[in-house]
């Protein structure tokens, strides 16, 4: 099992960036494909992006597209998730997952979250 926290969250201005962070501990990363996933106020959570094992792969939704990047350092066991040109509607709690899939599928653990919110 692996447990993963994420941080970086916080107020930001629209047109303003942040850097999510996601620590595993538990197991070694490198096992897990890792996806970030978002959940907005009286929303679904919804995903935003996802990195392969290797990190030569790499998927996002039409919401991030050129504005979020998700990259990975696994030797420090960490995920990162990129977010320029924040908008307010990027307003969400952000969490990560890990899968065990080599590319990207089900999540089978997730973090707590952590809280980003865009003023306009």
């Known amino acids: 099992q692996v447990q993963l926290v994420e941080s970086g969250g916080g107020l930001v201005q629209a047109g303003g960036s942040l850097r999510l962070s996601c620590a595993a501990s538990?197991?070694?990363?490198?096992?897990?494909?890792m996806g970030w996933f978002r959940q907005a106020p009286g929303k679904e959570r919804e995903f935003v992006g996802a990195?392969?094992?290797?990190?030569?792969?790499?998927v996002y939704a039409d919401s991030g597209k050129d504005r979020f990047a998700i990259s990975r350092d696994n030797a420090k066991n960490t995920v990162y998730l990129q977010m320029n040109s924040l908008k307010p509607e990027d307003t969400a709690v952000y969490y990560c997952?890990?899968?065990?899939?080599?590319?990207?599928?089900?999540?089978?653990?997730w973090g707590q979250g952590t809280q980003v919110t865009v003023s306009s």
């Open positions: 997952a890990a899968s065990r899939a080599p590319i990207w599928g089900m999540p089978d653990f």
């Open positions: 538990g197991r070694t990363l490198s096992n897990y494909a």
């Open positions: 990195i392969s094992r290797s990190g030569g792969s790499t």
